[in-house]
């Protein structure tokens, strides 16, 4: 039984891809998915469910990520309304990220999606090793 959406006036996922739109090479939420589900996306919402955070803190946290991309990333979480960027009027600049409502909700799913990778990681690996072989 699919858990029945919050917002009736906004169909659930599942209903889109029943009736294909989803599927739509024009649907815009092919971009927030795309967003979200990025390593990037799902490790910086992940790290910023764990508060505020300047930019270098964010980098040294979602270790092996360039700062071209965290800035990317940022940028279009931010664009898609999870994340807010906060800059203070100081020298030298000072800029801090959180995640807004919106963000904590796609960032508590995210996690319990990276949860269960890493809950599954072993039988993961082993698939891998067994298609390896």
């Known amino acids: ?17 029943r009736r294909g739109e989803l599927f739509s090479e024009k649907c815009p939420s092919r971009e927030v998915l795309k967003h979200v589900t990025s390593r990037w996306g799902v490790l910086l919402l992940v790290a910023l469910l764990g508060g ?19 800035a990317q990333t940022l940028q279009w979480l931010e664009g898609d309304g999870f994340v807010e960027r906060i800059s203070y009027p100081v020298v030298p600049p000072h800029v801090e990220y959180r995640l807004t409502p ?4 796609i960032g508590e799913k995210v ?12 039988e993961i690996l082993a698939a891998q090793r067994r298609k390896g072989e």
Do not use: C, Y
């Open 52 to 70: 505020t955070h300047r930019f270098s803190e964010l980098r040294r946290k979602v270790n092996g990520i360039s700062e071209k991309m965290l």
């Open 1 to 17: 039984m699919h858990q029945a959406n919050e917002n009736a006036n906004q169909p659930a996922l599942a209903e889109l891809m």
């Open 102 to 105: 919106l963000g904590e909700e």
């Open 111 to 122: 996690e319990a999606l990276a949860d269960w990778i890493e809950v599954k990681l072993p």
